[in-house]
């Protein structure tokens, strides 16, 4: 069993805080390797917000240790750089902040603003709250349609909707509502219109939670319409469990765990153990080819999801699989001798990259996990799951 806050203060936290930044530019490199050595020096931008959060809300939430807040300060100014005059920002840059890619997709403003939103809960700086909504806005415009951007697909020929933006959609509105002096309706309104969307928007079916379907809400029998995504299928369910919790909506929280409870035998493997990245929601073979291997964050939304399933239904299966997939991440991800946890597995458990960071993989998922596991640990029940979410 993981001493959730014992192992974020000694392990996680300072893995990153030790190697990962950048006291030179602002910001903080992701491209480490086992021992946490640089080997690539441009910056994920997603991990720029997402840092901020973590850091922020560590000290927050989990203990006002002056180097959380150092670290903040150093990714919050370093924030600007990461920044386009048309106030979208990059999806990565140069270690002195210089653009390199910058995509369609609106995440890296999406993490921007709830990594300023904790932020500015710790200093009460109405500058950065400031930065938070206005990091907000960017990407609501861009969810919403009032910025355009290019498409993927050809939208004359086939015209699809994806879970991804409205969940994460939902989550940033529910952190953007927990700061003061902000217009708090206006966030509740657009993560319970998310949750709508979730719930009624044609993703969640008898099968399983779909990743796309058409515009007007239909099953699209195709590969890109029959994916399921099994991590964000748990992610997407304890932020609709969160949300039925703040908001008081029990269709919410019984839509939580009707996605765990179609999900988990989509996406564990009996076999070697672990949540695999994808599958066909009708058996056909994933286009995707590591259809089979074992990522870290899907793990870390799973244990969130079971636990929290728990906690609100009280039944034994979401203890017993929760510590199932507790002991498995101990077996296989965490790393005893170097710290963090390795990314990416085989099917068979066997380490992929021993990398403990790149563009994709940073401090986020594990030590959102850690943090609110720990939260629980001190806090049981809905009581605990409200002050995480404060």
Same mark, same amino acid.
């Given at each position: 069993m993981i001493n959730y806050k014992k192992a974020l203060v000694e392990n996680i936290l300072p893995f990153w805080l030790?190697?990962?930044?950048?006291?030179?530019?602002?910001?903080? *490199?992701?491209?480490?390797?086992?021992?946490?050595?640089?080997?690539?020096?441009?910056?994920?931008?997603? *991990?720029q917000g997402r840092a901020l959060w973590v850091f922020a809300k560590a000290y927050n939430l989990t203990t006002q240790n002056p180097a959380y807040l150092k670290a903040a300060e150093c990714i919050y100014r370093f924030l600007p750089r990461c920044t386009d005059d048309d106030g979208r920002m990059y999806f990565t840059v140069t270690a002195d902040g210089r653009g390199l890619q910058k995509r369609r997709y609106y995440f890296s403003e999406?993490?921007?603003?709830?990594?300023?939103?904790?932020?500015?809960?710790?200093?009460?700086?109405?500058? +950065?709250?400031?930065?938070?909504?206005?990091?907000?806005? +960017?990407?609501?415009?861009c969810f919403t349609g009032v910025r355009q951007n290019p498409p993927k697909i050809n939208p004359e020929n086939s015209r699809m909707k994806a879970l991804s933006p409205v969940m994460i959609m939902l989550s940033t509105a529910q952190t953007m509502a927990t700061m003061d002096g902000t217009d708090k309706a206006r966030y509740e309104e657009i993560a319970r219109n998310c949750r709508e969307e979730i719930l009624h928007g044609g993703f969640l079916t008898?099968?399983?939670?779909?990743? &796309?379907?058409?515009?007007?809400?239909? *099953?699209?029998?195709?590969? &890109?319409?029959? +994916? +399921?995504? #099994?991590g964000h299928s748990m992610e997407a369910a304890w932020f609709l469990m969160l949300e039925g919790v703040l908001s008081g909506c029990t269709e919410s929280i019984e839509a939580g765990k009707r996605i765990i409870d179609k999900t988990w035998p989509l996406g564990w493997d009996d076999k070697h153990g672990g949540l695999i990245a994808?599958?066909?929601?009708?058996?056909? #073979?994933?286009?995707?080819?590591? %259809?089979?291997?074992?990522? %870290?964050?899907?793990q870390c939304e799973t244990l969130i999801a079971l636990r929290m399933a728990y906690l609100l239904f009280g039944d034994e299966k979401y203890r017993a699989w929760y510590e199932q997939v507790e002991a498995y991440c101990e077996k296989y991800f965490v790393d005893a001798e170097c710290g963090? %946890?390795?990314?990416?597995?085989?099917?068979?458990?066997?380490? &992929?990259?021993?990398?403990?960071g790149n563009i994709f993989k940073g401090p986020f998922h594990i030590p959102r996990l850690y943090m609110l596991m720990a939260a629980l640990d001190e806090l049981p029940g809905v009581d605990g799951i409200r002050k995480y979410a404060e």
């Open positions: 030790d190697h990962a930044m950048d006291e030179e530019n602002g910001g903080i *490199f992701t491209q480490l390797d086992r021992t946490g050595r640089i080997y690539g020096r441009d910056k994920s931008v997603w *991990f999406t993490f921007a603003a709830i990594g300023c939103a904790e932020y500015y809960k710790a200093t009460k700086d109405p500058e +950065v709250r400031a930065t938070a909504e206005r990091y907000f806005d +960017v990407a609501y415009e008898e099968r399983a939670l779909l990743e &796309s379907v058409s515009a007007e809400g239909n *099953f699209v029998d195709a590969p &890109s319409g029959r +994916v +399921v995504n #099994p994808f599958t066909d929601v009708l058996g056909y #073979p994933p286009m995707q080819l590591e %259809w089979d291997m074992k990522l %870290w964050w899907p963090e %946890w390795y990314g990416y597995l085989h099917y068979d458990n066997t380490v &992929s990259t021993t990398l403990k």
